[in-house]
């Protein structure tokens, strides 16, 4: 399976951007990317995948350098409502890795 | 259209009893995913059932079992439970209309609360 890496936690400001970078070391050719969200007592929502370089949505950012070995979430001016853990998850239908989110990333807006 | 339903959304249960989750996906999806969320362990994936089939499997030990239906509901059962079966249960679908190189973004229900005492 390829293993990602996130930071545990992190702590920010309410009106700064956030970016929370995940390592994929051994990201196979086919896989992408995708971000989760979650709030407490919630299942995982979706909000942004990519392949490569950049990808923008009305919620977020996420950058992928060439060599696709880590990906960085980017959260505009964050809100307390922002406080939830991200999760970074490489897969492939193919592979079944899709399913797989590991701990994720606990972020604490503060005001 | 309507999210994904679970049922039933909070469970208590003994030790050695047996629990069945029911999970309804939203109208279209044909993938429903189960998943076990600890504080301990985080969010672990159970199985994963597509057009009535068992299509991908987690770690988990035999006394986890689900099956889906022909309408693609589906449904999870635990066997003589114990007192680390505690947890959430959520319960995900996806259409799987995309790409074979590319997820399909999985939509996840509510969760059902079960507490094994």
């Known amino acids: 399976l390829a293993k990602t890496t996130q930071p545990i936690s992190m702590d920010s400001y309410e009106g700064q951007e956030v970016n929370i970078t995940c390592s994929h070391n051994?990201?196979?050719?086919?896989?992408?990317i995708t971000w989760y969200q979650q709030f407490p007592s919630q299942g995982p929502r979706f909000i942004i995948q990519?392949?490569?370089t950049k990808v923008t949505n009305e919620v977020a950012s996420l950058f992928i350098p060439a060599d696709r070995k880590s990906s960085t979430l980017s959260l505009p001016r964050v809100s307390l409502s922002d406080t939830a853990v991200y999760y970074c998850?490489?897969?492939?239908?193919?592979?079944?890795?899709?399913?797989?989110f590991g701990t994720g990333t606990s972020l604490t807006v503060i005001p | 259209k309507a999210g994904v339903t679970q049922t039933p959304r909070y469970l208590i249960k003994t030790r050695g009893q047996q629990v069945t989750l029911s999970c309804s996906p939203i109208s279209g999806h044909r993938s429903v995913s189960w998943y076990q969320q600890t504080p301990g362990q985080g969010l672990q994936f159970l199985f994963e059932y597509f057009s009535e089939t068992q299509r991908n499997k987690g770690n988990f030990p035999g006394r986890f079992s689900g099956r889906q239906f022909s309408n693609s509901r589906s449904e999870m059962n635990v066997s003589t439970l114990e007192l680390g079966d505690s947890a959430l249960y959520l319960c995900?679908?996806?259409?799987?209309?995309?790409?074979?190189?590319?997820?399909?973004?999985?939509?996840f229900g509510p969760g059902t609360r079960l507490t094994v005492l």
């Open positions: 990519g392949y490569k």
């Open positions: 998850l490489v897969g492939d239908k193919n592979t079944g890795n899709q399913f797989y």
């Open positions: 051994n990201i196979a050719t086919n896989d992408y």
């Open positions: 995900a679908s996806s259409s799987t209309s995309g790409s074979p190189w590319r997820p399909d973004t999985q939509y």
